[in-house]
């Protein structure tokens, strides 16, 4: 599958006061040198996240909750996720990556029910299966 993943270029603004630096301010300077900071960090997180997004909708893995959050939501992206396992043999468990105000929602979500619990305690069981048996078909040449 081929994605198109064109170069980006990101950058930042750095502007010192000539007066600010003729007097040795050094709090001017770190202010400019945070400021920087924070523009390029926000330029290369945005690229991040736009790649992301066009690699997980190319493959398929991509949930629309449609600015919803529910338990359907997530478990349906969960269950679309490979889970691996760490060097003890033990699941790992995924890491969602959401938008702040999508987080607030999910944390404002009831209480799970018997049943969802009882729907994640199974998905988990059957991602740990899948894990092992893709560890076991790896063989060292």
Known sequence: ???????KEVGFGFT???HAVRDGD????LLQVGNASEELGKALVGGMV???DKVTDATG?????????NFD???????????????????????????PDMA???GELPELTDEQKAKLDALEARKLEEARARRRTRRIS
Request: aromatic fraction near 6%; glycine fraction near 8%; hydrophobic fraction near 45%.
């Open 26 to 29: 050094l709090g001017d300077f």
């Open 50 to 52: 736009e790649t992301l």
């Open 16 to 18: 010192l006061n000539v």
């Open 1 to 7: 599958m081929d994605v198109d993943l064109e170069a």
């Open 73 to 99: 939501v997530i478990y349906e992206g969960l269950e679309k996720i490979e889970w691996s396992l760490n060097d003890d043999g033990e699941l790992v468990k995924p890491t969602l990556v959401m938008h």
């Open 104 to 106: 607030k929602k999910l």
């Open 61 to 69: 893995n991509v949930v629309k909750g449609h600015g919803e959050i």
